[in-house]
C-alpha cells in the first residue's frame, strides 16, 4: 500500500519549508507585479522582504526546458507515436558524441542524455541554500501562504523544480504545485501536470507523470508517482519499459511498481508483461532488475528441443546471497529421460576465485541408471608469487556429456575430463617452484587410459637472457605416476636437466652456444615384472650452437613504403645416444612435425625419452613491415632439418627401430595480413621422399565489419590412428567454412558447415538466424552433426531476451563459440549483451 501525498519525498527538499518561512514571517501585504521578484534578507528579529525589479539579462530562465543545444532532437527526429520524447531528454545517435556512442549497441537509435545542472538565475533570491525565482509571487499572512506564478524554479544542491505555480502552506509543510511539473535529480527526470510535497519528511507524488531513469536506459508513466523519503520510486496505475521512445515491444503494466535505484531492483504486483501492448502473461508478483547489478529470484527457463532427450526445460534460480558469493540452482525436465537438478556455488575473496557444481539425474528413463556430474574450478594469486589452480570436472559414465551437454557438439565430443590442481610459486631471480596433481576421465572405451601424476613437483630456473655473459637454466622434475588398471607398471620418476649457454646477440645477428646434460632415473613398482630393473636409468650429453642473421632493405609493395627482412638461421643439435631398452613410458609421446619443430632440442613431448641427434636445421624467413605503421604484413619461412647419423631412440624403447632418413619434411608456414580485417595463415609439411604433402593447414580470417566474421579453413593431416594421444583421431582431411552476416541492424545470420573429405561425411551443420532490436532479441539455431554411436545428433537452441529482464531459453553463446572461430571473442557485437 502506498503512503498519503504527505509522507512522499520532496521534490524541493527543504527549499520550500525554508522559502515558505522566511516570505510567511515578512510583514508585507502588497503583491509584486510583473516583472518584479521578492527580495529576502534575514535580521536578528527575522526575515525582511522587499519588491525588486527582474533585471533584463541573458541569464533569465526560458519559458520551458530546452534541450541541450546540437544535442537534443526535435519531434522530426523520433516516432510520431511519442512526439514528446525530446521533452524527456532524448537524443537520437547522429546527435551523440563518439565517447556517447562508444557503448550503445548498433541496434539501438539514440540514448537519454542529462543536460548539465541550469546555472542559478543572477535575478534569483538566495534564501540559505536554496535559490527561488518566479514571475510572480504573493503573500499572505492568514494562513501563513506564498504563492508563485510562472516560470517558478527552485534549486538547491543537485535537484531542482520547475513548474507553471507553487503555493506553499507554511504551518502544514505543504507545497502544492500545478503546471508542467518537472522535476531533477541526478539520473531522474519525472514530468507531470501536478505535483503536492510535505517539505518537512521530502517525500511527494507527481500526478499524470511521465519518468526516465537515464543511466538505466528506462522510461515510464503512471496516474501517480510517489517519490519517497527513501528515494526510491513507486508508480500507481503505471508502467516500466527499456524500449526506445515510440516503441512498445514490451513492458510491464501493474496497479503498483516499486523501483528501487539503491539496490538495482524493481518489484510489480498485480503485472502484465505486454508484447506490443497485447498482455501474453500475468503475474501477481514479480521482481526484476533495473540495472546490472545482480538479484535474488528466478532466471528466464533454458529450453531446447533435440534427438538425445526430446523437449528439454531448465529453469533457473539465481542467489545472490552476499557481494563475494552467489549460487543458482536448476531444476530440469527432460521429456524423455526424466527430472534432474544441478546448481553452482560461486566464491570469491582476496586472493582467490572458487567455483563448485553439480547435477544429479535419478535412474535415467533411456540410459536406465543414475547420472551425475560434480565440478570445481578455482584460480588464484597469493602475495603477488604464489598461483593456484583447480580444473576438476568428473561425470558418472562416458555418455554423460554427449546426452545431457546443452552446449553444443563440440563439447558432447570430449573424449577426456582434465583433473587437475596444481600452484606455482615464484621465488625470484628466474627461480620458480611448481607442485601439481593431474589424472583424466577417458570418455571413450577405445581410448588408452593416461597415467595420473600424484603429484608432479617441478623446479626450474629460466633464462636471464642477458647478452655476452654466461648463462644458466635448471629443471629438476620429481612425478609419481599411478594407474587404475594393476596391469600398468608404475613408480616414481626423477627428472634433471641443468644448462649453461653463452648468448651473444648483435644487431645484425646472434649466436647461441648451449650445453645440457640430462638424467632419467625411476624406482618402479614392478608388479608384472616387465622389466629385469626395477630402478633403471638414462643420461646423456647434449650441445648446441644456434644461429642466425638479420637483413633489410627499403621497399614498396602496391605503392606503400615497406621494410623487408631476410633472416636466415642455422641450428646445430648433438644428442649423445642411450640405451633405452628397460625404460618405461609414461607420458612421452612424438611432436608433430613442423616450422617450430626445426630448432627444438628433442623430437618427443614429456620426460621419458633422451633424443638422441646429430643434425643440423637450416630456415629462412622474410617479413614485409609496414615502414609507416609498423604492422607485420606478410610473415613466410621454409625450413628443413638434415640428419648426419642415424636416430636409434624411438617411443618403445627398442634400439631395432632406427630411423635412417637422411633429411626431414620441409616445412613451411605463411601469414598475410594485408589489414586489420583480413588474414591469411597457412602451413604445411612436405614429404621428400614419397614427393606428397603430408600435412597442410590453411585458415581465411575476414572481420570486415564490428559484428561480421567470414572463416575458411582446410587442415589435412594423415599419421594414423594413436590410441596413446589424447586427439587419437589423427586422419584429418577436412573443410570448414563458418560465418556471422549482419543483415542491416537488426538481423544476423550463423552458419557453419564441416565436411570431411577422408570419410565423405558431414561432421557438422549449423544454421542459427538472430533479430536484435533496443530492448529485446531474439536468437535460433540448429545444429546437426556425426555421433560417432548413433549416426547423427540434432539439436534446435532458442534464446529469446527481454532487456532489462533477462532472457527465455538457451544461452547458446558458448555453442557459437565453438562452432565459429572468433565469435563473441573480438568485440561485444557479437554477444546479446542484454
Not at 501585504?29 to 521578492?38: F, I, N, S, T
Not at 646434460?517 to 629385469?532: E, S
Not at 558447415?753 to 536484435?772: K, M, V
Request: hydrophobic share 35%; with cysteine.
Amino acid at each position: 500500500m502506498y503512503l498519503k501525498p504527505r509522507a512522499r519525498t520532496s521534490i524541493a527538499h527543504r527549499s520550500l519549508s525554508l522559502l515558505a518561512a522566511a516570505i510567511a514571517a515578512a510583514s508585507v501585504d502588497a503583491a509584486p507585479a510583473p516583472g518584479e521578484q521578492w527580495s529576502c534578507t534575514p535580521t536578528p528579529d527575522g526575515w525582511r522582504c522587499h519588491i525588486r525589479e527582474i533585471p533584463a539579462t541573458p541569464y533569465g530562465y526560458p519559458d520551458k526546458i530546452k534541450p541541450l543545444p546540437g544535442k537534443q532532437g526535435g519531434p522530426q527526429d523520433i516516432d510520431p507515436a511519442d512526439e514528446l520524447a525530446h521533452d524527456m531528454d532524448w537524443s537520437n545517435r547522429r546527435q551523440l558524441t563518439d565517447a556517447q556512442c562508444e557503448n550503445l549497441p548498433t541496434q539501438c537509435s539514440g540514448a537519454y542524455i542529462e543536460p548539465p545542472m541550469e546555472p542559478v538565475n543572477q535575478a534569483a533570491t538566495q534564501i540559505g541554500t536554496v535559490f527561488a525565482y518566479s514571475d510572480e509571487s504573493e503573500l499572505t499572512q492568514d494562513p501563513e501562504t506564498a504563492t508563485f506564478s510562472g516560470n517558478v524554479t527552485l534549486h538547491q544542491d543537485d535537484k531542482r523544480l520547475r513548474a507553471d505555480t507553487a503555493v506553499l502552506y507554511r504551518a502544514e509543510h505543504r507545497a502544492v504545485i500545478d503546471g508542467d511539473v518537472q522535476y531533477r535529480e541526478p539520473g531522474v527526470l519525472i514530468r507531470g501536470e501536478s505535483a503536492e510535497f510535505d517539505t518537512e519528511d521530502k517525500s511527494g507524488e507527481v500526478r499524470k507523470a511521465r519518468f526516465v531513469l537515464h543511466n538505466e536506459s528506462t522510461r515510464g508513466k503512471a496516474d501517480r508517482i510517489f517519490r519517497n523519503a527513501d528515494g526510491t520510486v513507486d508508480l500507481e496505475d503505471g508502467t516500466y519499459t527499456q524500449c526506445e521512445p515510440g516503441q512498445q515491444d514490451w513492458r510491464i503494466a501493474a496497479s503498483e511498481i516499486h523501483l528501487d535505484r539503491a539496490t538495482g531492483q524493481g518489484i510489480a504486483r498485480s503485472a502484465r508483461l505486454e508484447v506490443e501492448e497485447i498482455p501474453v502473461l500475468w503475474t501477481p508478483y514479480i521482481r526484476f532488475p533495473i540495472d546490472d547489478r545482480r538479484m535474488t529470484g528466478f532466471l528466464w527457463p533454458a529450453l531446447t528441443n533435440s534427438s538425445q532427450n526430446g523437449f528439454d526445460l531448465a529453469t533457473p534460480y539465481y542467489l545472490n546471497l552476499a557481494p563475494n558469493y552467489d549460487a543458482t540452482l536448476v531444476p530440469r525436465y527432460l521429456n524423455d529421460r526424466g527430472t534432474m537438478g544441478s546448481g553452482e556455488f560461486r566464491y570469491l575473496n582476496t586472493w582467490s576465485e572458487w567455483s563448485f557444481s553439480g547435477a544429479y539425474l535419478p535412474d535415467d528413463d533411456v540410459y536406465k541408471d543414475d547420472r551425475w556430474l560434480t565440478g570445481v574450478q578455482q584460480q588464484g594469486l597469493l602475495l603477488g608469487k604464489l598461483k593456484t589452480r583447480i580444473d576438476f570436472t568428473e561425470v558418472s559414465d562416458e555418455e554423460y556429456l554427449k546426452n545431457l551437454s546443452t552446449t553444443g557438439l563440440e563439447i558432447q565430443r570430449s573424449t577426456h575430463l582434465n583433473q587437475i590442481a596444481e600452484s606455482a610459486y615464484n621465488v625470484g631471480d628466474g627461480w620458480r617452484v611448481k607442485a601439481r596433481a593431474q589424472q583424466y576421465q577417458v570418455l571413450d572405451d577405445e581410448l588408452r587410459e593416461p597415467y595420473k601424476m600424484l603429484p608432479r613437483i617441478e623446479i626450474n630456473r629460466d633464462w636471464t637472457a642477458e647478452p655476452f655473459k654466461p648463462d644458466y637454466a635448471l629443471t629438476a622434475e620429481y612425478t609419481y605416476f599411478e594407474h587404475k588398471d594393476d596391469s600398468q607398471i608404475t613408480g616414481q620418476r626423477v627428472f634433471l636437466e641443468p644448462r649453461i649457454a653463452f648468448p651473444m646477440e648483435w644487431m645484425a645477428g646472434f649466436i647461441r652456444p648451449t650445453l645440457s646434460y640430462q638424467y632419467i632415473g625411476y624406482a618402479l613398482d614392478n608388479r608384472t615384472r616387465i622389466f629385469d630393473d626395477d630402478n633403471p636409468s638414462v643420461d646423456a650429453a647434449r650441445f648446441s650452437l644456434d644461429s642466425g642473421l638479420f637483413f633489410e632493405r627499403d621497399t614498396t609493395w602496391f605503392g606503400t613504403a615497406m621494410q623487408q627482412t631476410l633472416e636466415p638461421r642455422v641450428y646445430y643439435l648433438w644428442s649423445d645416444y642411450a640405451d633405452h631398452s628397460g625404460i618405461p613410458n609414461f607420458d612421452s609421446s612424438n611432436l608433430t612435425f613442423s616450422v617450430n619443430q626445426l630448432f627444438r632440442d628433442t623430437r618427443f613431448s614429456g620426460h621419458d625419452r633422451i633424443a638422441d641427434a646429430n643434425q643440423v636445421s637450416a630456415s629462412v624467413t622474410t617479413r614485409f613491415i609496414d615502414s609507416r605503421t609498423g604492422a607485420e604484413l606478410l610473415s613466410a619461412s621454409l625450413g628443413q632439418i638434415y640428419y648426419l647419423e642415424d636416430r636409434r631412440v624411438s617411443l618403445s624403447g627398442s634400439p631395432s627401430a632406427v630411423q635412417e632418413a637422411d633429411e626431414s619434411e620441409i616445412a613451411a608456414a605463411l601469414s598475410i595480413s594485408p589489414s586489420e580485417s583480413l588474414r591469411l595463415s597457412a602451413t604445411a609439411v612436405w614429404n621428400t621422399e614419397t614427393d606428397e604433402l603430408e600435412e597442410a593447414g590453411a585458415l581465411l580470417n575476414w572481420t570486415p565489419g564490428e559484428a561480421a566474421i567470414v572463416n575458411l579453413s582446410y587442415r589435412q593431416r594423415d599419421e594414423g590412428f594413436n590410441a596413446n594421444a589424447l586427439d587419437p583421431y589423427e586422419n584429418v582431411d577436412q573443410a570448414d567454412f563458418s560465418a556471422v552476416i549482419p543483415v542491416g541492424d537488426h538481423w544476423k545470420v550463423f552458419t557453419r558447415y564441416q565436411y570431411d573429405l577422408e570419410n565423405e561425411d558431414n561432421l557438422e551443420e549449423l544454421a542459427g538466424i538472430e533479430f536484435a532490436s533496443c530492448c529485446w532479441a531474439v536468437r535460433m539455431v540448429y545444429q546437426e552433426g556425426v555421433d560417432w554411436d548413433n549416426g547423427r545428433d540434432r539439436g534446435f537452441y532458442l534464446q529469446f531476451v527481454l532487456r532489462g529482464l533477462g532472457g527465455l531459453g538457451q544461452n547458446i553463446d558458448q555453442l557459437l563459440q565453438s562452432s565459429i572461430f572468433g565469435f563473441g571473442t573480438r568485440n561485444k557485437e557479437n554477444t546479446l549483451g542484454y
